[in-house]
């Protein structure tokens, strides 16, 4: 799925394919978080600049985890369970997928001149590195990537908005109202006037740039996975 503005009528639209999975909601859920920014943010695609992408990933992405506790006004207890494992599973790897590509295109700028193969046995060495699978020495997936060759260094967004939507569910773990007031807070930024980091430590999410905490985080997250599965069981 996906949001855009309609200029014409100063309000935004959600389009989502469905196919009868449970993806049907969590991406309706991911496309409000979109919605409510250009709701809150209205602008015309055509006239100006457009958004701050890494925040609004953000926007959406944090959404999906504030409402990742009501799934079961639509789904059955189980289903729900299932659902929420599934969706935290995702989250995840998009934790692990954006690092790894962000390390990849690094790699490849640091050294130019590199055949596809060499780039390939490198990324294939990253997957095993971080423990994911054991590729039998080249990995060719990342020429799927189409971000590498259109928008080279975007990739790493992923993750780092998936951070910051973790540090937005991690204090509405610890008080509702506070995780609810912080995403609102960043709901009324949407522009690029500030860098990323200084942006989120002036909303009052500092964590990006703070690597043991980050770490922390991550472990935080793997830990509610783990009882995510538990609960499946």
């Keep these: 799925g996906y949001t855009t503005m309609l200029p014409a009528y100063g309000a935004p639209v959600i389009y989502n394919y469905l196919d009868g999975t449970s ?51 639509v789904f059955s207890q189980e289903e729900a369970a299932r659902v929420r494992a599934t969706h935290w599973l995702d989250l995840l790897y998009n934790l692990l997928a954006g690092t790894i590509v962000n390390q990849l295109e690094v790699y490849i700028y640091e050294n130019p001149g590199l055949s596809t193969r060499e780039i390939s046995a490198y990324y294939a060495g990253l997957w095993e590195e971080y423990g994911v699978y054991s590729p039998e020495g080249v990995d060719y997936a990342w020429q799927d990537i189409t971000h590498i060759f259109y928008y080279p260094g975007y990739y790493v967004s992923y993750a780092l908005s998936t951070l910051a939507a973790l540090e937005i569910w991690q204090a509405s773990e610890a008080d509702a ?14 522009d690029d006037s500030l860098p990323l980091g200084a942006l989120l430590e002036e909303v009052g999410l500092p964590g990006i740039g703070d690597a043991q905490y980050t770490v922390a985080l991550a472990q935080e997250a793997l830990d509610h996975f783990a009882a995510l599965l538990d609960a499946c069981q």
């Design 177 to 190: 109202e506070s995780g609810l007031a912080l995403y609102l807070e960043l709901m009324t930024y949407s």
């Design 23 to 73: 993806y049907d909601i969590t991406s309706m859920l991911h496309e409000l978080g979109h919605y409510l920014s250009y709701y809150h943010n209205p602008y015309d695609p055509f006239f100006e600049g457009g958004f701050y992408m890494d925040v609004s990933e953000i926007h959406s992405t944090a959404l999906e985890m504030l409402l990742d506790s009501r799934l079961e006004l």
